[in-house]
């Protein structure tokens, strides 16, 4: 249910919203005609989000589509390469004598966990501060920091990853 309204609310809103989701795109070049190129690598793309623990994977015409469950696990525990994202989609584009292959992950989960956590955790820095005479400013301090690390190193570290993955897994699909 959530996922489908990050997806909605990811189409309505337009490009990329940080954090709400990450987005971008590669380029598989050299083709000649990219026409025959198209469902091959639309299938090897299934196949990559199979290998990588997403637990739902469908296609809408050039358009692949994956949801991963809370705790999807899958190969690669903590460095599996979908791990900062819910959902996303991965659409395969014809450009004159390449493929692009456009993607848009969704985000949403991993914010609202680590800002629940970051709260929390808030929470409890505020009450022991508080009892010792110290301010809130100092714990607000901390929980920023500690939010921008777990969200932003995930979201950082995904957003880089994603366009060699496909890269390196896609590079035997689209060759002549």
């Known amino acids: ?46 196949d990559m989000l199979d290998e990588r623990g997403a637990s739902e994977v469908w296609t809408e015409g050039n358009t692949v589509h994956f949801r991963r469950a809370l705790f999807a696990g899958g190969p690669g525990g903590n460095l599996n390469i979908l791990l900062p994202f819910n959902s996303g989609a991965f659409s395969v584009e014809m450009e004159d004598l390449s493929l692009r292959v456009r993607y848009r992950l969704s985000t949403l989960r991993l914010m609202l966990i680590v800002t629940g956590m970051v709260t929390i955790l808030f929470g409890f820095m505020i009450s022991s501060n508080l009892k010792g005479g110290e301010n809130w400013q100092s714990a607000a301090g901390v929980a920023g920091i500690g939010w921008l690390w777990l969200f932003g190193m995930n979201y950082l570290t995904g957003m880089i990853r994603i366009p060699f993955w496909l890269k390196r897994g896609l590079n035997n699909t689209a060759e002549k």
């Open 1 to 46: 249910m959530a996922s489908q309204f990050t997806v909605r609310l990811v189409e309505c809103l337009g490009e990329s919203m940080f954090p709400i989701d990450a987005s971008g795109s590669i380029r598989l070049g050299g083709l000649g005609n990219p026409m025959p190129f198209v469902k091959p690598v639309t299938e090897r793309i299934v």
